[in-house]
């Protein structure tokens, strides 16, 4: 059964750092392209970065370009979601999602064309 699950989140001030985690199982998730989005009340899901299965490759929002770093841990089955220098439009239920049954690279899983994703987790900026 295939499953992601996100953690990490909570509150932090202007400025601060959390790092989310995105555990996956029940599928080889080296190979697949792993997206994270984000969604905040009333505005619509935004693709924040990807990490591409081929080679690894990364895409990142211009939103966060510079502040957020994706990486993955093969061993534990995880994508990491560093997010540095957090604004209070940072604020959204944070989720990772993948495509499965599909041409699953960060080009597709961006646009939303994704099967898979897990419940998301919260992450407030705020002072």
């Known amino acids: 059964q295939v499953q992601l699950v996100e953690s990490g989140g909570g509150l932090v001030q202007p400025g601060g750092s959390l790092r989310l985690s995105c555990a996956a199982s029940?599928?080889?998730?080296?190979?697949?392209?792993i997206g994270w989005f984000r969604q905040a009340p009333g505005k619509e899901r935004e693709g924040v970065v990807c990490?591409?299965?081929?080679?690894?490759?990364?895409y990142y929002a211009d939103s966060v370009k510079g502040r957020f770093t994706i990486s993955r841990d093969y061993a534990k089955n995880s994508v990491y979601l560093q997010m540095n220098s957090l604004k209070p439009e940072d604020t959204a239920v944070y989720y990772c999602?993948?495509?499965?049954?599909?041409?699953?690279?960060?080009?597709?899983?961006?646009?939303?064309?994704?099967?898979?994703w897990g419940q998301g987790t919260q992450v407030t900026v705020s002072s």
């Open positions: 990490l591409s299965s081929s080679d690894d490759g990364t």
């Open positions: 999602a993948t495509l499965i049954d599909g041409d699953s690279t960060c080009v597709t899983v961006l646009r939303g064309g994704y099967d898979y």
């Open positions: 029940g599928f080889a998730f080296h190979d697949y392209a």
